[in-house]
């Protein structure tokens, strides 16, 4: 066993409980959330077998279910391969290791409060920004709380040279406060826009998050993953930097 490997095992070590509480709750929601869907759909093609019971009207399961895959699922997921990904690219363990078990916990109880929210009708109405303001708030918190041991991780990096995918995932580590704070601050605070801004800033939130945040954090995770898989290094570092200002005006 050389030296390099000595480092990864140590680097991964670090990121074991960080990613445990990530995974684990993205695994759980993610059960859920196909389970919501699925009553969904028999809720749809058959009204009347749970018409008796008004927390799994179609319009209060089929919203649930999109959040608790997305927010309990797809974004804890990103945001734990991301941190794995700043500490092996940059060569140094993770940093602040109990902060994301922290906010893993955070995260999970705001999704845990908007999903019961939305069930019981205390919705938003707004695509893909259902929670509550509650929840919303939790779930900002926790983001910062893992961003804030991802920016640590990078910024003690021995590697100095920055890869692709880091690229990718600083800027979704950037991206999604900026959205999700403004599109709150704009649609679910005591004050929100009226009339039709409401729904460009709805369209502008789904968009960011779905088509540009996720698309970021897939990116990055591809420029490190396919290199490994194909035992190769990356070829031409100037078409992803292409790719990345692409993404980035999208």
């Not at 070590?13 to 759980?28: D, E, K, M, T």
């Not at 954090?217 to 990055?220: A, P, S, T």
């Given at each position: 066993m050389n030296v390099n490997d000595i480092s990864q095992q140590k680097i991964d070590?670090?990121?074991?409980?960080?990613?445990?509480?990530?995974?684990?709750?993205?695994?759980?929601w993610l059960v859920i959330g196909?389970?919501?869907a699925v009553i969904a759909s028999l809720t749809f093609h058959a009204p009347q077998m749970f018409a008796d019971c008004p927390l799994l009207t179609y319009g209060h399961v089929q919203p649930a279910a999109n959040d608790a895959i997305l927010y309990g699922f797809c974004i804890p997921a990103?945001?734990?391969?991301?941190?794995?990904?700043?500490?092996?690219?940059?060569?140094?363990e993770l940093v602040l290791p109990l902060v994301p078990v922290v906010a893993a916990n955070i995260w999970n109880l705001g999704v845990l409060v908007g999903i019961v929210a939305i069930l019981i009708g205390d919705s938003n109405g707004?695509?893909?920004?259902?929670?509550?303001?509650?929840?919303?708030?939790?779930?900002f918190a926790a983001f910062?709380?893992?961003?804030?041991s991802a920016a640590a991780t990078f910024g003690q990096r021995k590697e100095r040279e920055l890869h692709p995918s880091q690229?990718?995932?600083?800027?979704?580590?950037?991206?999604?406060?900026?959205?999700?704070?403004?599109?709150?601050?704009?649609?679910?605070?005591?004050?929100?826009?009226?009339?039709v801004t409401q729904a460009v800033i709805g369209w502008w939130f789904a968009?960011?998050?779905i088509f540009v945040w996720l698309a970021l954090?897939?990116?990055?995770t591809a420029f490190y993953l396919l290199p490994k898989l194909a035992g190769r290094p990356l070829q031409n570092h100037y078409f992803a930097l292409f790719t990345f200002w692409r993404g980035c005006r999208r």
């Open positions: 070590a670090s990121c074991r409980v960080p990613l445990l509480a990530l995974f684990g709750g993205a695994a759980l196909l389970l919501l990103a945001l734990g391969v991301m941190l794995w990904i700043f500490a092996r690219l940059g060569e140094t707004f695509p893909w920004l259902e929670f509550p303001r509650g929840s919303s708030v939790l779930l910062l709380l893992i961003a804030i690229w990718f995932l600083l800027a979704a580590l950037l991206w999604f406060p900026w959205i999700y704070s403004t599109a709150n601050l704009l649609l679910a605070s005591g004050h929100p826009v009226r009339g968009d960011n998050l954090v897939g990116l990055g």
